[in-house]
């Protein structure tokens, strides 16, 4: 990930309202700033939840609370903890997420 066309900014994450997005069961629930050329989000997943596609697009991950499962289209798959975080380029190893008893997400794409 190149950093591009960002200048210096600070987030009051209270302010940023949440969007929903339904998986193939459960919901995320998405907080999104958009500056330049990156996405930084903090993202809920509901208990129960189950991405609805395979993702291609690069990520740096971590997670703040609960337990995440990230499934590789390979077939596999990595449980995260808080204070654990993945990275993924765009465009490599397909991915989607999964969690049972929910997880709070730091996202940065």
Known sequence: M?????PFGVTDWSAVPKTAHPGE???AH???VETGNIRVRIV???PGYLADHWCSRGHVLYVLEGELVTELKDGRSF???PGQSY???D?????????EIGATLFIVD
């Open 30 to 32: 998405w907080q999104t």
């Open 44 to 46: 809920e997943y509901s």
């Open 87 to 89: 990275q993924v380029a």
């Open 79 to 81: 449980t995260l903890l």
């Open 2 to 6: 190149r950093i591009e066309n960002v």
């Open 91 to 99: 465009g490599e190893e397909p991915h989607r997420s999964r969690t």
């Open 25 to 27: 069961t459960g919901t």
